[in-house]
């Protein structure tokens, strides 16, 4: 979650972090057009470029990021048809989306990493009465360190779904020597 005061530096910090250039800035209003951005995309024979004016404006109790289109050119001459138009519009939203996106989740892994976090680890049986593990702690946190650890214990990961929670892994048994050097 962005919070609304902290939202306009960074979708600044986003375009600057991009090296767009950008002709004019007004923190106060929170607005800023940008001079030409150049699209290099593999799918297009002659690039395009775009001027943006990107601004965040309140929207009820939320902010809003807005992206509007100011020029668009393809091999230096003005483009006006709708659809690159819309495209052109979304890939700068796109940009700016999953830039704020990496800033929110490096800073709640920032938060989780700085906690004092102490994870709970408990055997359990699934419905099936397979074995699995428990843990209780920050899910970011666990889902970063799990593999390292099993690891350890002779186990690794062969498939994950971070959107589910799950990892499946195969065993190796460590010999004694192993588990003796591991402290186990």
Not at 11 to 35: F, G, W
Not at 111 to 122: F, Y
């Amino acid at each position: 979650m962005v919070v609304s005061s902290t939202l306009w530096p960074q979708v600044v910090s986003v375009i600057q972090a991009k090296n767009y250039p950008i002709e004019k800035r007004d923190d106060a209003s929170q607005t800023l057009t940008t001079d030409w951005v150049s699209w290099n995309r593999l799918d297009e024979d002659e690039q395009y470029r775009g001027r943006y004016q990107i601004s965040v404006k309140p929207q009820g109790y939320r902010q809003a990021v807005t992206v509007k289109l100011v020029n668009l050119e393809q091999a230096g001459k003005p483009v006006a048809d709708a659809a690159s138009l819309q495209r052109y519009s979304t890939e700068m939203m796109n940009v700016i989306s999953a830039g704020l996106d990496k800033t929110a989740t490096d800073a709640a892994n920032a938060a989780q990493n700085r906690s004092a976090a102490t994870m709970d680890v408990q055997s359990a049986a699934d419905d099936t009465g397979l074995p699995m593990l428990v843990v209780r702690g920050p899910f970011n946190l666990v889902w970063q360190r799990l593999p390292a650890a099993l690891e350890k214990v002779g186990m690794k990961v062969t498939d994950s779904t971070r959107s589910q929670g799950s990892m499946a892994v195969t065993y190796k048994p460590l010999s004694d020597s192993d588990w003796r050097e591991s402290g186990r």
